[in-house]
């Protein structure tokens, strides 16, 4: 098994990851040695609902799609996965097949793990039962939280906690002085209403008020982050 060959940047994402970080120098190690590097192009597709599970993916660079098909049979964005988010061991864990459809938005780099890997991985690292269930408790925290912020927040104040954490995820510093934050993560609007559950008006509309008070920057498929201060005071409202 050789170790993967990643760029500075993409090992960056992998070990500076809140989850990899924390695990034992010797698991991280075996992790990487039994891991593949898998470089894909906007739109390729990962995993379909109802299929079987065969992988264990870590992202280095980009994102991965998330999603599922609403009864009208329209695809419906659930998140995204950020670097050094890993996922898809729910289903190696249970042997169901995948609960949803996965594919590649925009250029991304990714570990995978195969399913005969995986399982080695747990039968020498007993540390990763344990690793892997605070990640999945952390998951459940979030999901309950989205739920929440879904019936108690008016979208303005989702729109706004949506854009701060896509800006600490995918911020890059812009500007002449640095001050700006630009959104590296190419949404169309319909994207960010899809994973507001909100339709794409609203948002825009949501979106023109935040211009107008010089929050943000609406730039084609981009967002600009120009005050920090006026989202986190939206997102409080």
Same mark, same amino acid.
């Given at each position: 098994?050789?170790?993967?060959?990643?760029?500075?940047? %993409?090992?960056?994402?992998?070990?500076?990851?809140?989850? !990899?970080?924390? =695990? +034992?120098?010797?698991?991280? #190690?075996?992790?990487?040695?039994?891991?593949?590097?898998?470089? =894909?192009?906007?739109?390729?597709? @990962?995993?379909?609902?109802?299929?079987?599970? %065969? %992988?264990?993916?870590?992202?280095?660079?980009?994102?991965?799609?998330?999603?599922?098909?609403?009864?009208?049979?329209? &695809?419906?964005?659930?998140? *995204?996965?950020?670097?050094?988010?890993? !996922?898809?061991?729910?289903?190696?864990?249970?042997?169901?097949?995948?609960?949803?459809?996965?594919?590649?938005?925009?250029?991304?780099?990714?570990?995978?793990?195969?399913?005969?890997?995986?399982?080695?991985?747990? &039968?020498?690292?007993? %540390?990763? *039962?344990?690793?892997?269930?605070?990640?999945?408790?952390?998951?459940?925290?979030?999901?309950?939280?989205? !739920?929440?912020?879904?019936?108690?927040?008016?979208?303005?104040?989702? @729109?706004?906690?949506?854009?701060?954490? =896509? #800006?600490?995820? *995918?911020?890059?510093?812009?500007?002449?002085?640095?001050?700006?934050?630009?959104? $590296?993560?190419?949404?169309?609007?319909?994207?960010?209403?899809?994973?507001?559950? #909100? +339709?794409?008006?609203? /948002?825009? &509309?949501?979106?023109? $008020? !935040?211009?107008?008070?010089?929050?943000?920057?609406?730039?084609?498929?981009?967002?600009? /982050?120009?005050?920090?201060?006026?989202?986190?005071?939206?997102?409080?409202?």
């Amino acid at each position: 098994m050789n170790t993967p060959v990643l760029t500075l940047e %993409e090992q960056h994402n992998i070990d500076s990851g809140s989850w !990899f970080s924390k =695990l +034992s120098a010797p698991l991280r #190690a075996d992790i990487l040695a039994r891991s593949q590097v898998r470089r =894909l192009a906007d739109g390729e597709p @990962l995993a379909t609902r109802g299929t079987p599970a %065969e %992988e264990w993916c870590g992202v280095a660079r980009g994102a991965v799609r998330i999603s599922s098909v609403s009864l009208s049979g329209k &695809q419906v964005t659930l998140t *995204y996965a950020e670097p050094g988010t890993w !996922f898809g061991d729910i289903a190696l864990f249970d042997g169901l097949p995948r609960t949803h459809d996965a594919d590649v938005h925009g250029p991304t780099t990714l570990l995978t793990v195969r399913k005969a890997d995986f399982r080695a991985l747990l &039968q020498r690292h007993v %540390e990763l *039962y344990d690793a892997l269930l605070r990640l999945n408790c952390r998951r459940l925290r979030l999901m309950f939280d989205s !739920f929440e912020d879904l019936n108690t927040r008016p979208l303005q104040a989702r @729109l706004a906690k949506q854009i701060l954490l =896509l #800006a600490r995820s *995918y911020g890059v510093p812009h500007g002449p002085d640095g001050a700006e934050v630009r959104i $590296g993560l190419a949404l169309a609007q319909e994207d960010l209403a899809q994973l507001l559950g #909100a +339709s794409r008006q609203r /948002v825009n &509309q949501e979106l023109k $008020g !935040f211009e107008r008070e010089g929050a943000v920057r609406v730039e084609p498929t981009r967002l600009v /982050v120009l005050s920090r201060e006026k989202l986190l005071a939206a997102a409080d409202r």
